[in-house]
């Protein structure tokens, strides 16, 4: 942090916020309070306008956060001056990240707040932003606000913006980034993807929200966000790669761009397969379908049954992040029947459903130890490796075949050397500080935190400081597998809640070292062919 310290000064907004806190005016609702991330990247001419439009607000219970991403104008000494005029303002400095990062970075810090808004250093909101989006967001009990925009600067226009669907937002970006959102929204989602650090991550941020279900509405009565257009902007050099950056945020979000060469080659895929009336169904069902290791683990099996003729697999639950990654549906469409097969994990019902047959697939022993749980209505339990089985403390009625490891291809051009990665949920269980810490001691020169934070507590008391601490550690966010063994020369892991893990093997299967902080049988690497033949055997 670079600076938040308090002094008198003759902003209405400082003295508005110093009577709330003397008591001369009633404190605002703190279930109400905004915060407003602003990165910056060598942008001090426009800073300044950016952070008054913010502080000019009629709704003043705000925190307004500037990252200055590794700038080398004078924009640390203009947030510097912003701190010490304003309490509600605090400046980070960071190593050029990136504006994805930055953003995430600005989001993920401690704090007390509902609602979240991204502001560009370039760009400013009009006084009643606020006060409009957060009321709108109140009265319709929506996720998203979103404003009417005006452009100005090489271009001059009202954008009428919306709406904020699926289908819109699959041909155009039609919502913009600085709407204001639920802080709980934004943690669902995960943040931005760094998969499109080089533009349009806010458009697939929201098409993202659009799949999760998120509530939007656009606030009515005038433009409300002033969004500067310059040739050199981000946004201008993401739309010389328009095609390439839409055709990936489409890809991420399971809609691939789909051609029929004829006529007849789409009546041939719109044709009844006959063979598929004498395949075995089999469902999957786990209660989270965000991204994780357990996820990508049941995809892999979803899309290796599918592989042959003899199963239609669908993995069902309760998140979007599956869609288009395998075949998958909502739980609320999963209809259970004698004829079909049940694969569960971490799931436990008051009445049993009907099932040829149920099998239990365990992963990690902290959300779900199976020598706690009363299972009788189980047929058969699932395990990774023999480890995996003694460590549940169960031995009748259990099978052994590792996680078919997912296809992940990498670019070999990149230059890894130096660089290690943490993968995987930071949380308390995973222990990412002692990976964060074991690489810096084995002198790496960077250190990436790819995962979403899941205990704001545990991120905020144990891996924030090393971030603030060491210029080599960066918090990534959830990003695709491809990205994440191009970009690192080996993988940290300090997890005492796996006994066999997924990443493993992947690091082998991608020639990724792999460095355990905790006792490992090592990887169980078996050909597609080796793991349907075992399923095969319980799925008869």
């Known amino acids: 942090m670079i600076g938040n310290t308090e002094s008198q000064s003759a902003n209405p907004a400082v003295d508005v916020v110093s009577a709330m806190l003397s008591g001369a005016l009633p404190i605002t609702d703190p279930k109400k309070r905004v915060r407003v991330v602003i990165p910056c990247y060598n942008q001090a001419e426009y800073l300044s306008e950016a952070v008054e439009s913010v502080l000019s607000q009629t709704h003043t219970n705000i925190q307004v956060i500037i990252i200055d991403d590794g700038s080398t104008d004078n924009t640390t000494d203009i947030a510097i001056g912003f701190c010490n005029e304003d309490n509600r303002i605090a400046a980070y400095s960071c190593h050029n990240r990136g504006l994805v990062e930055a953003r995430n970075f600005g989001a993920n810090l401690d704090g007390n707040y509902e609602y979240l808004l991204f502001l560009d250093s370039d760009d400013t909101i009009a006084p009643g932003y606020l006060t409009a989006a957060v009321e709108t967001l109140s009265v319709t009990l929506a996720d998203i606000a979103y404003p009417t925009a005006y452009m100005f600067g090489d271009v001059c226009r009202q ?20 709407s204001l ?52 902007s981000m946004l201008s050099k993401a739309r010389e790669k328009h095609d390439e950056l839409k055709k990936r945020l489409l890809r ?34 786990m209660p989270s379908t965000l991204q994780c290791g357990a996820t990508d683990a049941l995809i892999s099996l979803t899309d290796l049954l ?12 309760p ?26 994990g971490r799931t436990e019902f008051a009445n049993i459903p009907p099932a040829r047959k149920i099998i239990i697939t365990s992963h990690e022993k902290e959300y779900w130890d199976l020598s706690k749980k009363d299972i009788p209505w189980a047929d058969e339990v699932h395990f990774l490796n023999e480890s995996h089985r003694r460590w549940h403390g169960i031995s009748t009625k259990s099978f052994i075949c590792p996680n078919a490891a997912p296809k992940i291809t990498i670019d070999p051009q990149n230059d890894t050397q130096g660089v290690a990665g943490v993968v995987g949920r930071v949380e308390p269980h995973k222990r990412t500080h002692l990976s964060i810490g074991a690489a810096l001691a084995d002198g790496f020169s960077k250190v990436l935190i790819f995962g979403t934070i899941e205990d704001q507590t545990y991120f905020i ?19 695709e597998k491809e990205e994440i063994y191009s970009r690192v020369g080996a993988i940290y892991s300090a997890s005492k809640s796996e006994c066999a893990s997924l990443v493993e093997a992947e690091c082998a299967v991608t020639g990724v070292n792999y460095v355990a902080l905790h006792h490992t049988d090592g990887p169980d690497i078996r050909t597609d062919e080796e793991i349907l033949s075992i399923w095969k055997q319980h799925l008869a």
Do not use: Q
């Open 159 to 178: 954008w009428d913006t919306g709406p904020m669907t699926i289908d819109a937002l699959k041909e155009k970006s039609n919502v913009p980034y600085c």
């Open 252 to 285: 991420l979000n399971g809609f691939e761009e789909t051609s029929y060469k004829s006529e007849i080659e789409r009546l041939k895929l719109m044709s009844l397969d006959l063979a598929s009336f004498k395949r075995k169904k089999v469902n999957i069902l």
């Open 181 to 232: 959102m639920k802080r709980s929204l934004f943690s669902r989602i995960g943040g931005f993807s760094t998969s499109m650090n080089e533009g349009y991550e806010d458009w697939e941020f929201w098409l993202r929200a659009a799949r999760l279900g998120a509530k939007s509405v656009r606030i009515e009565g005038g433009p409300l966000f002033n969004y500067r257009i310059r040739s050199e």
């Open 319 to 344: 998140h979007a992040y599956p869609k288009g990654k395998c075949n998958y549906g909502h739980h609320s469409t999963l209809e259970f029947s004698e004829d079909a097969f049940l694969i569960v």
């Open 306 to 317: 599918n592989s042959c003729d003899e199963y239609d697999c669908c993995l069902y639950g």
């Open 461 to 479: 008391k144990k891996v924030l400081p090393l971030i603030e601490k060491y210029p080599e550690v960066s918090l990534v966010g959830y990003t």
